[in-house]
């Protein structure tokens, strides 16, 4: 059959947004199918860019290599763009308790970690005004990404050259032929689902998160503070404060629990005046085992989710990881082939 594209993508947040990228920049005609819908997780994320597992003191999965790569496809994507969306800012962790502040040493000292972690201290004076008791520990390299903005400009793009339709995909309107895929009179050899947590996907944990974007006058705060809750400057101290994990009732929210539970841990750092000035739910696709998902789910059909709560940082590493097998015939990794749920 004559295609109308090379590939048709369900699902324009970041997922979407970075693969229909990467298959244009390969050269291939891409046609969008996206519809806003309550839940959507790039649409609310803070965008923190963060390689360290907190809780652990401990790298992300291949936390190098995703930074690696991530940077340089934002950045990229700026100079190409002439746009700002990549913002390396420190990550200041407060330490909760004596043990937490030792653990942070001891990583220091071992080589495989050390590159990530440091305890000099930041130069940001408002830093003095949170309790820290125990002090604080920085991690390198982190950033903070405007992932809304890169969204919006990529989709104004997409609209512009007619690539994108605002509009639901039922599953009757995806028909399925012997050689490709045709999706409202558009067809193609390739489908790939980039719907997130709407999509049914083996392996796929959908994860209710929640976030506050409050105005704390008078802490003139420039950096990135972690305390049982991230803390992100907006400027003009504005800040977006997340983010709470809920695995029941995934799509309830923005919840008064949710609420209370960031209030609580934003007073716990800061004693000044809160003005609550938005409160925001979604919904993360993380999946079983903490990989992301992707590869072929039937023959002309593909998906590309599984992002969990590092969307920023595993977008751009996956999104090439795909092309490169559906394109180029390269092996998938194991550890993130859908293929490991069948
Ligand atoms: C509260 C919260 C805070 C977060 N903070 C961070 C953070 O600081 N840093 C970070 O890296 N990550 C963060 N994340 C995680 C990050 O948001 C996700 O990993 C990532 O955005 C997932 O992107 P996605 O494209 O897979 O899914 P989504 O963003 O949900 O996008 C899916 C898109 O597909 C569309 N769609 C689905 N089905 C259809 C259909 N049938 N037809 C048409 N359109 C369809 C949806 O409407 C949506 O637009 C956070 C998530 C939450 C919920």
Redesign the pocket.
């Known amino acids: 059959m004559p295609f109308t594209h090379d590939a048709l993508i369900?699902?324009?947040?970041?997922?979407?947004?970075v693969l229909s990228e990467t298959l244009a920049s390969r050269g291939l005609s891409v046609m969008v199918?996206?519809?806003?819908?309550v839940?959507?997780?790039?649409?609310?994320?803070?965008?923190?860019?963060?390689p360290i597992v907190l809780r652990r003191t401990l790298p992300s999965w291949r936390a190098s290599e995703m930074l690696a790569v991530a940077g340089a496809y934002y950045r990229e994507l700026e100079l190409d763009q002439e746009a700002d969306y990549w913002k390396p800012l420190p990550f200041v962790e407060i330490f909760p308790t004596a043990q937490e502040a030792a653990i942070w040493q001891l990583r220091m000292r071992d080589a495989e970690h050390k590159h990530m972690l440091s305890s000099a201290p930041v130069s940001d004076a408002s830093l003095e005004k949170l309790p820290q008791p125990y002090g604080y520990g920085v991690v390198l390299r982190c950033a903070w990404?405007n992932?809304q903005a890169m969204m919006a400009d990529h989709r104004e793009r997409l609209i512009a050259s007619g690539a994108l339709e605002e509009?639901?995909?039922?599953?009757s309107?995806i028909i399925r032929k012997a050689d490709g895929i045709e999706v409202l009179g558009r067809s193609a050899p390739l489908l790939v689902?980039?719907?997130?947590?709407?999509?049914t996907v083996p392996g796929l944990v959908p994860?209710?998160?929640?976030?506050l974007t409050v105005r704390l006058p008078g802490l003139g705060m420039n950096c990135m503070v972690h305390r049982g809750a991230?803390i992100?400057p907006m400027g003009d101290d504005v800040y977006?404060v997340?983010?709470?994990f809920a695995w029941d009732d995934v799509w309830s929210?923005p919840t008064d629990e949710g609420k209370r539970h960031l209030l609580d841990r934003l007073h716990r750092l800061w004693s000044g005046p809160i003005e609550v000035l938005d409160h925001?739910?979604?919904?993360?696709?993380?999946s079983k085992d903490r990989r992301p998902i992707m590869g072929r789910t039937g023959p002309h059909e593909a998906v590309?989710?599984?992002?969990?709560?590092?969307?920023?940082?595993?977008?751009p590493w996956c999104a090439a990881h795909l092309a490169d097998h559906l394109l180029n015939g390269k092996p998938l990794d194991p550890e993130v082939d859908v293929q490991r749920f069948a």
């Not at 689902?193 to 999509?199: E, I, V, W």
């Not at 994860?207 to 976030?211: A, K, N, P």
């Open positions: 369900i699902g324009q947040g970041l997922a979407g947004t199918f996206d519809a806003r819908q839940g959507s997780a790039s649409h609310v994320a803070a965008g923190v860019v963060n990404l992932l509009r639901i995909i039922l599953e309107d689902h980039c719907g997130g947590p709407f999509n994860v209710r998160g929640e976030g991230f992100v977006r997340g983010s709470t929210g925001w739910a979604g919904v993360r696709p993380a590309l989710s599984g992002f969990g709560a590092r969307g920023g940082l595993l977008a």
